[in-house]
């Protein structure tokens, strides 16, 4: 039993040594851009299906629409955690202008959270038109974020 439970701890501290090596090659700097390329890619992932809803390109789900819409409003605040000081280089297309114009980064950010809020709060009333005008709104506000603060290809 004592034998079991040496080789148990054994493979733990050897798992956690391996999980440092590995870590050790990556900066915080690094795991911000990873973050918030992740957080993008997931709104992406749910605007996806609302926007072919909107299009007519896809049946509209009333259900399906007020899960995605309630899904984005809440990614929608988290990839601005990983625009942290230093992760402006390496992998990213995001510009020198998302710190050097914080306030101008920040009210966009802001900007893109109060128009996915209200999407998805028109989402449980389930009125297409009303949710295409929004999803319009929320489409806008991604774009002009896009334009202002992310490169055409990666720096």
Known sequence: ??????KLVLSGVLLCGFIGVAQAES????YAIKFRKSGFMMMTWYMGP????AKGDMPFDKALFARNAE????LSKLPK???IPGSGSGDTKAKAEVWSQADKFKAANDAMETETAKLAELAKGG???????????VQKTCKSCHEEFKTKAAQ
Do not use: P, V, Y
Not at 1 to 6: A, D, E, F
Not at 71 to 74: C, I, V
Not at 127 to 137: I, P, R, S, T, V
């Open 1 to 6: 039993m004592m034998h079991k439970i040496s």
């Open 27 to 30: 900066t915080r700097e690094d």
């Open 50 to 53: 609302m926007g072919r809803m």
């Open 71 to 74: 899904t984005l409003a809440f």
């Open 81 to 83: 955690d990983g625009f």
């Open 127 to 137: 009125n297409l038109d009303a949710l295409k005008e929004q999803l319009g709104k």
